[in-house]
């Protein structure tokens, strides 16, 4: 029989037996015991209001309705898959403790979440960071040949700081960039970062090393190459001298350069490249720039934009 709330004694006595195994084998926190059993609690009561006689006997098809209902109510696809996850533990454990004999969420997926769109910079703000490193000191000079070879490459953080000098073409104004998985890709320097590149390699570098050897192109005074925090910290410091308000980090440059292309019209497929993504799928996160770009010229050109 139904409780005051609207479910059975049954699922009840089957959701806390589920929390306490997952507590005990899992280690789970008491929030997510909390949150995995209001969920079970909402999908048991809106089975039963459905005609579905306990959790037990639910099937696949009972399992999407409830789903599809959510999604009509206006549940947030987080929600549901938060939902859809705390079901899917549920029945591994009913079906591994012989509960019932199959799993009916088993060919059931996941709402897509989409991929968060990382924060992006104007082309002012890109000018005021690159601008902001102090000329008249080493460091300075480094920063702002880091700061350019980034914005003009759009390399990962990892990869920037691991550069060594036999990976620039200074010629051909070509770098050689080692990417994820070994993959070696080459990208274009462009005018403006070359010129800073080798602005500190003819005194700066030399004079942060003091005659030390080293391997990393963009050295600290100790020797040795600078660490990714490291460099974290040098964009918050010189983002907060060129007056930028938003929390900056290598990857907000690495997103400007990506977001600037598009926006001036280059293909996705070429970003790609550039970037060093293995599938095309990685870089569409831009495609909204692309959209916008579209809208803003239709708007500006078309007779009745």
């Known amino acids: 029989m139904p409780d005051a709330h609207g479910l059975r004694s049954e699922d009840i006595a089957l959701i806390e037996s589920f929390a306490d195994a997952a507590w005990l084998e899992r280690g789970l926190s008491r929030n997510t015991l909390n949150s995995y059993q209001s969920d079970l609690r909402h999908c048991a ?19 999407l309705r409830y789903l599809a209902a959510e999604v009509d109510a206006g549940s947030h696809p987080r929600t549901s898959a938060r939902r859809l996850s705390a079901l899917r533990q549920f029945y591994r454990w009913a079906l591994r403790d012989k509960h019932l004999d199959s799993d009916p969420t088993a060919q059931i997926e996941a709402p897509r979440l989409g991929r968060p769109l990382p924060k992006s910079m104007t082309e002012a703000e890109v ?21 350019e070879v980034l914005y003009a490459t759009g390399l990962r953080v990892s990869e920037l700081v691991g550069l060594q000098p036999d990976q620039f073409n200074l ?107 293995s599938s095309l799928s990685t870089t569409q996160i831009y495609t909204h720039v692309a959209r916008e770009r579209l809208q803003a010229l239709h708007a500006k050109h078309h007779p009745r934009g």
Do not use: C
Not at 128 to 146: F, K
């Open 171 to 277: 010629n051909q104004g070509l770098v050689r960039v080692m990417g994820k998985g070994g993959k070696e890709r080459l990208v274009p320097l462009g005018e403006e970062a070359q010129r800073w590149v080798e602005r500190f390699l003819a005194g700066a570098r030399a004079e942060l090393l003091s005659g030390q050897p080293a391997d990393a192109l963009f050295p600290t005074r100790r020797g040795g190459g600078m660490t990714r925090q490291a460099f974290w910290y040098r964009i918050k410091k010189h983002a907060l001298g060129a007056g930028i308000d938003q929390a900056l980090s290598p990857h907000t440059v690495r997103h400007a350069f990506a977001t600037h292309l598009v926006n001036h019209g280059a293909d996705l497929r070429v970003v790609q490249l550039l970037l060093g993504h």
């Open 45 to 63: 009561s809106w089975l039963l209001g459905d005609g579905v006689n306990g959790l037990l006997t639910v099937r696949r098809d009972d399992l």
């Open 127 to 147: 000018e005021a960071l690159l601008e902001a490193p102090d000329l008249d000191t080493a460091e300075g000079l480094r920063d702002r040949a880091m700061l």
